[in-house]
């Protein structure tokens, strides 16, 4: 094991480490421009996350890192989706795919990860667009991939990729994710979107390359709790569940949009009237009374679902027990519901801010835009999760292994 510690700040308790991410706030906001226009975050906004920590929450003690809660993890990152929702949405997927790196493989690959000569940063994508494998002695050839949606692959040194497991004659016996270093990657840089833009999302190929076995894990292992970090096995945040740590983590930054978006509606709210009414001041109308009460409230009751699961995952993880399978499918169940409160929410000030909203120039419209790109994620979708819970509890199989 080769620990660096010096690769983090001091912070080190968990209230610190929230603390220190509503500082970058108003930092985070005064860069959105910048952010916009690169299509990834900029240098001053890597510092400060990796300067604070806060791309280590996931990343073991024993190699520097913070090792917090899941409970932690959330408010860190609602917090910065406060300031910049892109910069929240890296932070999040960083840190899962870098705690996915830490739980499910061996103390020597860990070693090869995290005690390199920088502190490791893991992007990852279960989904290949592309994925042609053969198996190979000591691992596997990947003759073609490609993986679309590769957020935080600018800012990443090692990438987690989904890939069919196969045998020897060319049947697909598993689904897998293999590690690799980020330098043996292509960027497409493909990342043209309207919302999100920060997250550098861009698309990844590899030809020909060889992963060898230490390398490569087992999604169906890792679903039921079949880690491979033994060397962590005391350790509650690495028994965590997979699929609701895998899903939970995708409505962190939108709990931060949520907050955002009553921020900037009921800053803007003194200079607006409401157009062809009496009303010059909107704030003294009963509609947006209505408007503001109703979306606070189903803003709220997503941060409470959220973070009740994330306080159960966390004592499920604590005692030991892996998370029964219905309560993992309640968690991807109520992902669904809390992005579906989300944007209701965020969509309903929307309506009530009026036509200004047009204006790219709007700080409301950019948060509008963010949470709607942020809810359309496959693992949040609610029709999708309301589905697959339903289906059980009628009696019927899972549409999905993903639970």
């Not at 894990?217 to 690495?238: N, Q, R, T, V, W």
């Not at 995708?250 to 009237?273: K, Q, V, W, Y």
């Not at 669904?336 to 009026?354: R, Y």
Request: include cysteine.
């Amino acid at each position: 094991m080769n620990a660096n510690p010096q690769f983090f700040g001091t912070t080190t308790s968990e209230s610190d480490l929230i603390r220190y991410a509503t500082s970058l706030v108003p930092s985070l906001k005064s860069r959105t421009a910048e952010v916009d226009q690169l299509g990834r975050l900029p240098q001053a906004t890597i510092d400060e996350l990796s300067d604070g920590g806060l791309f280590a929450l996931t990343t073991p003690r024993r190699y520097g890192g913070q090792q917090t809660s899941v409970r932690t993890f959330l408010e860190v990152v609602s917090e910065l989706g406060r300031g910049d929702a892109s910069t929240a949405w890296v932070a999040a997927l960083l840190n899962v795919t870098t705690w996915a790196a830490a739980a499910l493989f061996d103390e020597k690959t860990a070693d090869d990860v995290f005690g390199g000569a920088k502190p490791a940063r893991v992007a990852g994508v279960l989904s290949p667009r592309k994925a042609i494998v053969k198996r190979v002695d000591g691992g596997y050839l990947i003759e073609e991939g490609m993986w679309g949606f590769n957020s935080g692959i600018y800012h990443a040194n090692w990438d987690m990729l989904g890939i069919p497991l196969v045998d020897a004659s060319g049947k697909v016996v598993d689904q897998g994710i293999a590690l690799i270093p980020a330098s043996d990657l292509r960027i497409l840089n493909d990342w043209n979107v309207m919302a999100l833009r920060g997250t550098g999302s861009s698309s990844v190929a590899v030809s020909n390359l060889f992963v060898p076995d230490s390398r490569v894990a087992s999604m169906s292992a890792a679903i039921e709790g079949k880690y491979g970090a033994s060397h962590l096995a005391d350790e509650p945040l690495y028994r965590v569940a997979c699929m609701p740590m895998l899903s939970i983590i995708l409505t962190f930054p939108a709990l931060g949009i949520a907050s955002a978006a009553l921020d900037t509606f009921l800053e803007l709210l003194p200079r607006r009237g409401i157009q062809y009414t009496w009303y010059t001041r909107q704030a003294e109308a009963a509609v947006t009374h209505l408007q503001v009460g109703e979306a606070s409230a189903k803003l709220d009751a997503a941060r409470a679902i959220i973070e009740r699961h994330a306080d159960a995952m966390d004592r499920y993880a604590a005692s030991g027990e892996y998370m029964p399978y219905m309560e993992r499918a309640k968690v991807r169940r109520d992902v669904g519901l809390a992005e579906k409160l989300v944007w209701e929410g965020v969509d309903s000030l929307a309506t009530a801010s009026g036509g200004s909203l047009a204006s790219l120039g709007n700080p409301f419209a950019r948060v509008w835009h963010d949470a709607r790109v942020a809810s359309l994620h496959g693992i949040v979708v609610p029709a999708t999760n309301f589905e697959m819970y339903g289906r059980l509890a009628c009696g019927q199989p899972a549409d999905t292994p993903l639970i």
